[in-house]
């Protein structure tokens, strides 16, 4: 196969189904093309790996490198992208990233994070608080949450509150800023982190930043210029995907009505339907490309030293080797112990660094909505919902309604 890109269509081979459901084409890639190219967003041609194992073994490999700031190589969007900067954490390769993550390590885990969960929760209830009965979800509240949280956990003073929201939303792929204001932004953006990160060191107390600044291993821990990085990788690499996955989520669970009665009857199951959420719409962005240092053995075959090839996460979630029936939705699926968990926050050394964070966030605004808006439902129809054409999958807009009382159509 080779399809020639489509400037309106960049990925002509990997078009999503109907209402946000991921490519069909990932079915009959996964038993017989499981390493055939498709259209990167800049339009080169690159293997892209479908199946579950073959996923993990890539992203697990030693011979996977991100450093694919070499000449010649194909690219994930023309210009300069997000693979051009050396100083992020994903683009690194040991012994950099080895050291960054053994700092980090104990920073994000579910006992650090778990604290947090009344302050998100919070922030959950009082946004949806000023929402009234017919909203945007995605405006109103998807967008909003991880704003609000990345600010609140960082200690974002409220005096500069709405500058700090409006410089993340600048760094959204999905932003409309110019490219002359989001540079703006973004210097303006690293002074006031630098300033965030001297004010804590001289006046510690129990934020995020203070667990950043106390972070180490042994006696290595981060310089000045790594932590006001630190404090920007987060912000970009958590706000856009966490924002898009309540909205893909939560649209999921409104297309089953009869799964969302059962959340409302019993949001204890949120959890549970979360990481079904996750496997079927997530991650909502593939994820980054990799090239191989030696040969590598796959099931779907062997890539040669100096490959470059996209594992597609979203394609191993819908694997049926590891998940049966890998179409239908189901908020029980991961009740209990699953034997193969989903790599919506991808596998290996780059796994999603705050994944117990997001996890949280998730299962709050879910929580937030089935206890708040039981009758909460699509304004339209669920096919007039327009969907996002970048780097990032998700609605554009969700017109909904809180409609009052608890759904009465169970089933489906
Ligand atoms: C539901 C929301 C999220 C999803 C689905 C998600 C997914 C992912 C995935 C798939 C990767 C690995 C990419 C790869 O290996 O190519 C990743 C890495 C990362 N994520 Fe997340 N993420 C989410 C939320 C967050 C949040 C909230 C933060 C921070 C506050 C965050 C920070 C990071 C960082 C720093 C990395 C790079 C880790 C490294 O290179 O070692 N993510 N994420």
Known sequence: MTAEPDPRNPRPDLVPGPLGTPPPEFAR??????????????????????????VRTLLA?????????LPGLPRLVSGIGIDDDPDALINQDPPEHTRYRRIMHG??????????????????????????????????YALQLPGRVICELLGVPVDRYEQFVRWTDMFLTTSTATEQARHQGYTEFMAYAA????????????????????????DDRLSEGELVNTVFSLITAGHETTASMIARGVFRLLLHPGQWAELVADPSLTGTAVEEILRFDGPPA????????????????SLSAGTVVM???????????????????????????????HV?????????????????????????????????????????????????????????????????????
């Open 29 to 54: 890639r996964q038993e017989s093309g499981p390493l055939e190219p498709a259209a990167m967003p800049s339009g080169d041609l690159v293997p892209v790996a479908v199946r579950y194992d073959d």
């Open 61 to 69: 490999s030693p011979a996977s490198s991100r450093n694919l700031r």
């Open 107 to 140: 920073t994000f885990t579910p006992r650090r994070t778990e604290p947090w969960r009344p302050r998100i929760a919070k922030i959950a209830e009082d946004l949806l608080d000023g929402l009234g009965d017919d909203f945007d979800l995605v405006q109103g």
């Open 195 to 218: 300033e965030l990160v001297a004010r804590h060191r001289a006046s510690p107390g129990g934020d995020l930043i203070d667990l950043l600044v106390q972070a180490r291993d042994e």
């Open 286 to 301: 593939s994820a980054f490309m990799r090239r191989v240092t030696e040969d590598v053995d796959l099931s779907g075959g």
């Open 311 to 341: 594992p597609n996460l979203n394609a191993a979630n819908h694997d049926p080797r590891a998940f049966p029936d890998p179409g239908r939705f189901d908020i029980h699926r991961f009740a209990g112990h699953p034997p193969h968990p």
């Open 344 to 412: 919506a926050f991808g596998y290996g050394p780059h796994r999603c660094l705050a994944a117990a964070l997001a996890r949280v966030e998730l299962t709050e605004a879910v929580r937030a909505l089935v206890t708040r808006c039981p009758g909460l439902r699509l304004a339209g129809a669920p096919e007039s919902v327009a969907w996002t054409d970048g780097l990032v999958y998700r609605p554009v807009a969700m017109h909904v309604t809180t409609g009052g009382g608890v759904p009465e159509r169970p089933g489906s």
